[in-house]
């Protein structure tokens, strides 16, 4: 069982960085691929980017490449998100989620745990 929770949000102007963090429990936190997803308002869940279990490899939504970077500590249990150059439409709830997959990609149902999400609000 893995407990995930998400800290950072809040509301920024566009163009500005917000850092998201997501805090695992369990002792299997680095055997797991770690994701974000994000959902706004009236729109399905999507994902934004993944991680591996070792941290070396990433993969990114098209809406976020280059503009976000996602990253892991396994000695802490944590992962990030580092959100640069934000747009409105980045807006949305983002979620952190762990695989018990060593990989795990773009599909919702390839994560197997969910934290509860934390709300990215940037303005215009």
């Known amino acids: 069982q893995v407990q995930l929770v998400e800290s950072g949000g809040g509301l920024v102007q566009a163009g500005a960085s917000l850092r998201l963090s997501c805090a695992a429990s369990?002792?299997?936190?680095?055997?797991?691929?770690m994701g974000w997803f994000r959902q706004a308002p009236g729109k399905e869940r999507e994902f934004v980017a993944a991680v591996n279990w070792r941290g070396s490899i990433t993969y990114y939504a098209d809406s976020v490449k280059g503009r976000f970077i996602i990253s892991r500590d396994n000695a802490k249990n944590t992962v990030s998100l580092q959100m640069n150059r934000l747009k409105p439409e980045d807006t949305a709830v983002y979620y952190c989620?762990?695989?018990?997959?060593?990989?795990?990609?773009?599909?919702?149902?390839?994560?197997?745990?969910w934290g509860q999400g934390t709300q990215v609000t940037v303005s215009s």
């Open positions: 369990g002792r299997a936190f680095s055997m797991y691929a």
């Open positions: 989620a762990a695989s018990t997959g060593i990989v795990a990609g773009e599909e919702i149902n390839e994560y197997d745990y």
